[in-house]
């Protein structure tokens, strides 16, 4: 199946969301494949069969979240320069989000822009990273604060690659559907407590409502100014949690599933969801083995990191809240006595 993105406030960005087995991909230009050890040990020789152009190189780069720096990018740059890519050479990104989100900005740099392709290899990047043009690296700031909106050319999403992912990065992606669902879709988080993602059609199905949930959203909104800050639900809290365990405790996937349930803890708070709903939540991060439970050692140095949050502004953080199941709100006037109040309950006892 195709989603299409077309994006609402430019006539020229328009690009094909591609579900299904990997086509093959043909290009009158150099090419260049970013990938790591670990996606390459499996994809790789499989995926050198489907991409035919004028040269072909790949980069590897090391994997995990930890690597996703500067320091990364211009390795992968270096290679650019020395394989002699011009304005109208690719780059594809054969990985999940930490490879899309370093490949995309690299293409957005590297001399003032060329093209890239996504093809996601994990089930967080299939229903999230590679939708959108969110590229960007980590500093010790905090999470994904230096990048770019830099839309792909493409996107191919072929299920087939989540066979081999471990339980714990499919979890990952888990996390990223329900954050979706209990912002958007009532109907779609009745259905994801039923669902068994062990099933293949129901797989399918869940890849092709997020994508299309995430699409509906981008087309709106490309550069995060309304109703795109909502997709970061879970990350605001996450995101401190990731930077407080320096990128190696837990997946990007885990630090936001427990973020979902400390933003939930404050919309219970200030009655903005039920207790009960809030459980829901929680069941069903757990039903696929998400972390839910986290311990803040530093409730004031915990709450100082949000102000490196990317939407907050003005001395001010915006915390994206569920309302109930299906719908949510952005807020900015919280008092900070509230949040920390909330901080406290995931305090050292």
Same mark, same amino acid.
């Given at each position: 199946?195709?989603?299409?993105?077309?994006?609402?406030?430019?006539?020229?960005?328009?690009?094909?969301?591609?579900?299904?087995?990997?086509?093959?991909?043909?290009?009158?230009?150099?090419?260049?494949?970013?990938?790591?050890?670990?996606?390459?040990?499996?994809?790789?020789?499989?995926?050198?069969?489907?991409?035919?152009?004028?040269?072909?190189?790949?980069?590897?780069?090391?994997?995990?979240?930890?690597?996703?720096?500067?320091?990364?990018?211009?390795?992968?740059?270096?290679?650019?320069?020395?394989?002699?890519?011009?304005?109208?050479?690719?780059?594809?990104?054969?990985?999940?989000?930490?490879?899309?989100?370093?490949?995309?900005?690299?293409?957005?740099?590297?001399?003032?822009?060329?093209?890239?392709?996504?093809?996601? #290899?994990? $089930?967080?990047?299939?229903?999230?990273? &590679? %939708?959108?043009? =969110?590229?960007? *690296?980590? !500093?010790?700031?905090? /999470?994904?604060?230096?990048?770019?909106?830099?839309?792909?050319?493409?996107?191919?999403?072929?299920?087939?690659?989540?066979?081999?992912?471990?339980?714990?990065?499919?979890?990952?992606?888990?996390?990223?559907?329900?954050?979706?669902?209990?912002?958007?879709?009532?109907?779609?988080?009745?259905?994801?407590?039923?669902?068994?993602?062990?099933?293949? #059609?129901? $797989?399918?199905?869940?890849?092709?409502? &997020? %994508?299309?949930? =995430?699409?509906? *959203?981008? !087309?709106?909104?490309? /550069?995060?100014?309304?109703?795109?800050?909502?997709?970061?639900?879970?990350?605001?809290?996450?995101?401190?949690?990731?930077?407080?365990?320096?990128?190696?405790?837990?997946?990007?996937?885990?630090?936001?599933?427990?973020?979902?349930?400390?933003?939930?803890?404050?919309?219970?708070?200030?009655?903005?969801?039920?207790?009960?709903?809030?459980?829901?939540?929680?069941?069903?991060?757990?039903?696929?083995?998400?972390?839910?439970?986290?311990?803040?050692?530093?409730?004031?140095?915990?709450?100082?990191?949000?102000?490196?949050?990317?939407?907050?502004?003005?001395?001010?953080?915006?915390?994206?809240?569920?309302?109930?199941?299906?719908?949510?709100?952005?807020?900015?006037?919280?008092?900070?006595?509230?949040?920390?109040?909330?901080?406290?309950?995931?305090?050292?006892?």
């Amino acid at each position: 199946m195709i989603v299409p993105i077309e994006l609402l406030n430019t006539k020229t960005i328009k690009y094909d969301i591609t579900i299904d087995s990997l086509p093959d991909l043909n290009f009158d230009t150099k090419v260049v494949i970013v990938t790591n050890p670990t996606v390459a040990g499996y994809h790789l020789e499989a995926f050198l069969e489907k991409v035919h152009a004028k040269a072909l190189h790949v980069v590897t780069v090391p994997d995990g979240e930890q690597y996703k720096t500067m320091e990364t990018v211009e390795e992968i740059l270096d290679q650019l320069f020395i394989h002699k890519l011009d304005r109208k050479s690719l780059l594809i990104a054969l990985g999940g989000g930490v490879i899309g989100d370093m490949t995309g900005f690299t293409a957005s740099i590297y001399q003032r822009g060329i093209g890239f392709v996504q093809v996601p #290899t994990t $089930l967080l990047s299939q229903v999230d990273a &590679s %939708v959108g043009g =969110k590229t960007g *690296v980590n !500093n010790k700031y905090g /999470k994904n604060l230096i990048g770019a909106f830099y839309q792909p050319k493409a996107v191919y999403i072929d299920p087939a690659f989540l066979r081999t992912l471990p339980p714990r990065e499919f979890a990952a992606g888990v996390a990223e559907i329900i954050k979706m669902a209990v912002m958007f879709d009532k109907a779609y988080f009745d259905f994801l407590e039923r669902a068994d993602l062990e099933d293949e #059609t129901a $797989l399918k199905e869940v890849i092709k409502r &997020s %994508v299309e949930l =995430k699409a509906e *959203v981008v !087309n709106q909104d490309e /550069k995060e100014a309304g109703i795109r800050a909502v997709l970061n639900y879970g990350h605001t809290f996450g995101h401190v949690i990731e930077n407080e365990t320096n990128y190696t405790t837990y997946l990007h996937g885990e630090a936001v599933a427990i973020g979902m349930v400390m933003a939930n803890r404050l919309a219970v708070k200030l009655g903005l969801m039920k207790e009960e709903d809030a459980g829901k939540v929680a069941s069903l991060l757990e039903k696929f083995n998400l972390p839910t439970v986290y311990t803040i050692k530093d409730v004031d140095d915990f709450y100082e990191h949000f102000f490196l949050d990317k939407k907050s502004a003005d001395n001010k953080i915006k915390f994206i809240l569920p309302k109930g199941i299906g719908d949510h709100t952005v807020l900015q006037e919280i008092d900070e006595a509230i949040v920390k109040s909330v901080l406290a309950e995931f305090g050292e006892k």
